[in-house]
C-alpha cells in the first residue's frame, strides 16, 4: 500500500521504505546524470570487522581517504516508521543521544519521535563502537586510551536539511568544505546527492548508496592515530532542483581526557573545541583546528 501524502515531508529516513527500494520518485523533477560515476568510496562490510584478515583493508581505507562506505551495517530495508503527522522541517538541528532519556513529552506523537530517534541512535552509537574497536586494534591503542578517545555519551544527531537554491551556480555550496571535528561521523544520505569528498587535493562526488552509510573520519581520529589516519575533507553542493536532507551521527573522545601522540601537544576534546570557538569569533569559520596543537609545524 503507498503511503499516505504527508510522508512526503519528513525526512526519508522517517518515511515507510519506499522511493529507496522502488526506485526514484516520478514525481521527483531532478534529472539524474545520465552516467553517474563509479562511486569512489572503499566499501568496508561491518560484519568482517572482526577478522584479523579484514582490518588492514579498513586501514588502509583510513590512511588513503580517511572515509569509506559501509555495507551490511544491520539496518539494511528497515528505516525507523515515523507515525503519521504533517511536519515541518527546520533547516537543522542537532539532538545530544544522552539527554534524550531526560526529554519528558506530553504529546505522544512527539514522545515517538524521541524513541525513534533514541534507537537509531543506539544504533548508529554501536556501529560507531564496533568500528572504533577495529581501529584501535590496528593502531594498538590500549583499553585505556580507547575508553577515554571514544565516548559514547558524547554522541549526537544532526538532521540538516538544504533548501532547493534555483540560483545556485557551480560555486554554490550547501556547506563549505571542511573536516569534522568528530572521531567518527556516520552519514546517512537517503535520496540526493550533491556530497563530495576530497582526496590528494581532488574532489570526488559521491552518490548516495541504497542501505549504505558513509563513515567518516574526524579530526579527533587524525590525532588519535598520530596522523596515520587522516580526516577527510568534505562539502556538500547546493541544488538547483530539489531539497536534499542528511543525517547524521558524531562521535567524539572524553571532553576532559588528555589524547597523547608524539606529534602533538598533549590535548583534552574540551581545549580543541576552545580553540574552534576562538578561531570561529577571529576568522568565522573552522580552518581544521589541528594545526594548533602540532608539535613540528610543516615548514
Ligand atoms: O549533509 C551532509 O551530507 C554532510 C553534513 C556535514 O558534513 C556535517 O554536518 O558536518
Ligand atoms: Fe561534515
Known sequence: MSPPNYYDSYP??????????????????????????????????????????????????????????????????KGPHMPPTNVKWFEGFNVLMNKLSD????????????????????????????????????????????????????????????????????????????????????????????FQVQKDDEWFDVEPVPNTLVVILGDMMQAISSDEYKSAKHRVKANKHVERISIGYFVFPDKDGVIRSPKYKPFTYADFRAQIQQDLKTIGYKVGGLHHFKLHKPT
Not at 570487522?49 to 588502509?60: C, I, M, N, T
Request: overall charge negative; proline content about 9%.
Open 103 to 194: 526529554l519528558h513529552v506530553e504529546d505522544p506523537l512527539l514522545d515517538s519521535f524521541r524513541l525513534l530517534l533514541d534507537e537509531y541512535g543506539r544504533h548508529q552509537t554501536r556501529l560507531a563502537t564496533t568500528i572504533f574497536e577495529a581501529m584501535a586494534k590496528e593502531l594498538s591503542l590500549s583499553q585505556e586510551q580507547s575508553e577515554c578517545y571514544l565516548c559514547p555519551s558524547s554522541g549526537l544527531m544532526r538532521v540538516y536539511r538544504y533548501l532547493r537554491w534555483p540560483e545556485a551556480d557551480q560555486g554554490s555550496w550547501g556547506i563549505d568544505a571542511h573536516t569534522d571535528s568528530s572521531v567518527l561521523s556516520i552519514l546517512n544520505h537517503p535520496e540526493v546527492g550533491g
Open 12 to 77: 526519508p529516513l522517517f518515511r515507510p521504505n519506499t522511493t529507496a527500494l522502488n526506485g526514484p520518485d516520478p514525481n521527483n523533477l531532478h534529472t539524474p546524470d545520465p552516467e553517474p560515476n563509479p562511486d569512489p568510496l572503499p566499501v568496508i562490510d561491518l560484519e568482517c570487522l572482526s577478522r584479523d584478515d579484514e582490518r588492514p583493508k579498513l586501514a588502509q581505507a583510513c590512511q588513503d581517504w580517511g572515509i569509506f562506505r559501509l555495507v551490511n551495517h544491520g539496518r539494511e530495508r
